[in-house]
């Protein structure tokens, strides 16, 4: 999961938008239009996980995980030049 992360994901949508013009990558409101795709798989795999398990509610580890998936959130960490995890802050919120 890591290595599809750090390493695949950023090397498709490099890939995917070679040739594309930057105003397609985004939706009217700002998000990146790969990012939904990428949350989805990340909520259906908790989804499964605890089906699995037989949970019926998602934890917040879980949902932080489905954001952290998303092309925005990879973005930041990047730019916090990995001095501060955005989920570490989120998670001493909770």
Known sequence: MLFLTI???PIA?????KDNDPKDLFHENGVHKTSSMLMTNA???AMDKNMR???KVLSDEQFIEVF???VEWMAYN??????VILSDIIKQKI
């Open 7 to 9: 390493v695949m994901i």
């Open 13 to 17: 949508i490099l890939a995917k938008t």
């Open 43 to 45: 909520l259906f795999e």
């Open 53 to 55: 398990k037989k949970v």
């Open 68 to 70: 952290e998936a998303s």
């Open 78 to 83: 990047q730019s916090l030049n990995k001095k």
